[in-house]
């Protein structure tokens, strides 16, 4: 899929916008535009209706071994400074960032990929006449070639070109470039000598800057005054006002491990290169669960909830070879977790073979509960000790609230080991939006097969669930359209069309992802039926207006 088409498409129909658009747009800022906004929220109630509300507390679900709670919050944006200090994100939350002296941009150093090319030149020597040559080495030079270039094979030329003029070689010369055929670009590696690499946006050699660490956290200050000890920080994720809560949760509700708290909203990053379109903003939303649960039954938890969230987004219509979870390696896990997978996707802006994170989950122990009881931990022999500053005081110091769990039926008193799916609400429409994309061939108004472009959303997402149209603008058609449409409304999100040829009222349909369209005929003058048009099948069948709804209902799985 070209993702150039689905951007546009995008922009067109108002999906999505480019924040502040009208003065240049925002860098890592988007806007849900009418159809953006309903796609969203249906995936974000999606999440929260089979994650919380719909879960039956009762009955063990398939795969959990025995039935649990799961309950919701909705935390602030901005909480208490010493909460980042205490998870480890004040200190830690960075990127290594480096500057370009000559085009002035700021690159993430792990995203710089390009390619070592080695140019040697060579003199040739002719010994005894003709009949022996001695190639002596005149000149060897190597240089990194960043680019910004998304696949491996635009990446080449792109190197090509720029390695022919900074080595001064005429372009029907490059065979003298070493290493060219690499088929893969590399990423630069922290270690690497940066005078020899030339940066993704510059002419020659040595302009980048050391690779030095950027914490991603937005500051924000609190109160008119504003010094620097009112200094607070945009939450970088939903999670730790979950565990900040949870003594809280457990007091007011009875909750009992094993259970679920789940919060959805805003989170921010000032990330240093956003990019991909939606994938890496610096404003988006985020849907996290953290489930407590006995440290004995930790890991088959993990288990459970890598495989439930899976089956979430393959139920919503991200199958196939798209989708994969991905076990991170040993040395990939933070120092706390004994396992974490991600639920990725294979994003049409990445190189073939390349997949994006859709979501993680993590088992996280008990290290959340404990850092904010005790203070920020550190790993140390294997264990998680207090950070303490020179002073041999901690260096931040947690709530001393006590966060541990009694069981009341078996006095047993543990501190509850977490496991945490965090997935984001905008990736997850990204991801849902390059899936939908089609374009296959279908009649238009004069039975001449056309191109059409098709967002083929699961229906229970789809922005539009049904349409309603009048065939025509005449004999009483109409009326009953709007009948009809407002006899939807209450159960559905229906609209109304009566302008234009039926044909384009469908395509721009087709192009909104509405499964159903339902057309007012001459023949629902006489019999009330109306002509109910399948979306990816094009078939049409014939329902009557009272059984509509039932029918549109069960299809859709409103
Ligand atoms: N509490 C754990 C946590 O925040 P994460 O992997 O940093 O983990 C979870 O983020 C999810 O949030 C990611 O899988 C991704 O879907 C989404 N996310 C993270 N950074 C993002 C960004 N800059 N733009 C859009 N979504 C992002």
């Known amino acids: 899929m070209d993702m150039d088409k689905l951007v546009s498409l995008c922009k067109r129909r108002g999906f999505l916008f ?3 658009e009208i003065y240049g747009g925002l860098n890592g800022f988007w806007d849900y535009g009418p159809l953006g ?69 700021r690159y993430r150093f792990d995203q710089i990929r390009g390619r070592w090319m080695e140019f040697t030149a060579r003199n040739l020597h002719l010994l005894h006449g003709a009949e022996e040559r001695i190639n002596e080495i005149k000149a060897k030079q190597w240089f990194y070639i960043a680019t910004n270039a998304e696949t491996p094979e635009a990446g080449l030329e792109d190197t090509i070109a720029r390695a022919c003029k900074i080595f001064g070689l005429r372009r ?6 070493l290493d060219w055929e ?7 590696d922290k270690d690497d000598d940066l005078t020899q690499v030339v940066g993704p946006d510059a002419s020659r050699e040595g302009t980048l800057t050391t690779p030095r660490e950027f914490n991603l956290m937005f500051k924000t200050v609190i109160g008119a005054l504003g010094g620097e000890e009112d200094v607070a920080f945009l939450r970088p994720e939903t999670a730790q006002g979950i565990f900040v809560n949870f003594k809280n949760v457990c007091d007011s509700t009875r909750v009992r491990v094993p259970f679920g708290i789940a919060q959805m909203g805003k989170s921010f990053r000032n990330e240093i290169t956003p990019r991909n379109f939606t ?6 939303e985020q849907m996290e669960i953290e489930f407590f649960c006995h440290p004995k039954s930790s890991p088959q938890w993990y288990q459970y909830w890598r495989d439930r969230r899976v089956k979430w987004y393959t139920d919503l219509g991200l199958a196939g070879e798209r989708l994969r979870l991905r076990e991170h390696d040993k040395e ?34 008990d290290f959340d509960l404990r850092s904010h009881m005790e203070g920020k931990l550190v790993a140390k022999d294997g264990q998680l000790i207090v950070e303490l500053s020179e002073d041999g005081k901690p260096k931040w110091k947690g709530s001393g609230k006590d966060l541990s769990y009694r069981d009341d039926l078996t006095n047993e008193r543990f501190i509850p080991h977490v496991i945490e799916p965090s997935a984001g609400a905008d990736r997850g429409t990204l991801a849902f939006l390059c899936e939908a994309y089609h374009e296959d061939q279908a009649p238009d108004e004069k039975g ?77 003058l006489t019999d009330g039926t109306v002509t109910v048009r399948d979306r990816d099948s094009l078939k049409q069948e014939r329902i009557h207006e009272k059984e509509l709804i039932a029918a549109l209902r069960e299809r859709i799985q409103a």
């Open 18 to 20: 480019q924040s502040s």
């Open 37 to 105: 906004v309903e796609l969203k929220r249906n995936i974000k109630e999606a999440w929260w209706r089979d994650m919380v509300t719909g879960h039956d507390d009762l009955a063990a679900p398939p795969g959990a071994g025995e039935p649990y709670e799961m309950v919701g919050l909705d935390c602030t944006i901005i909480m208490h400074p010493q909460v980042w200090k205490v998870s480890g994100h004040y200190d830690l939350f960075c990127d290594y960032m480096v500057d370009c002296k000559e085009s002035k941009k």
């Open 172 to 177: 029907a010369k490059a065979e003298n470039l």
């Open 182 to 188: 690499t088929p893969n670009l590399v990423g630069l």
């Open 279 to 284: 994938f890496r903003s610096r404003e988006f």
């Open 332 to 365: 990939e896990l933070s120092h706390y977790s004994c396992g974490t997978s991600d639920i990725e996707y294979a994003f049409p802006f990445l190189p073939p073979g390349e997949f994006g994170e859709l979501e993680g989950i993590a088992h996280r122990g």
């Open 448 to 524: 001449e097969m056309q191109t059409r472009v098709v967002m083929q959303f699961h229906p229970r997402i789809a922005p539009i669930k049904v349409a309603v149209f009048p065939l025509v603008k005449k004999d009483g058609m109409p009326e009953i359209a709007q009948r009809i449409y407002r006899a939807l409304k209450p159960h559905m999100t229906a609209f109304y069309d009566e302008k234009g040829a039926v044909g384009r009222r469908y395509r721009r349909q087709d192009e909104a992802g509405t499964p159903y369209c339902l057309t007012i005929d001459g023949q629902t």
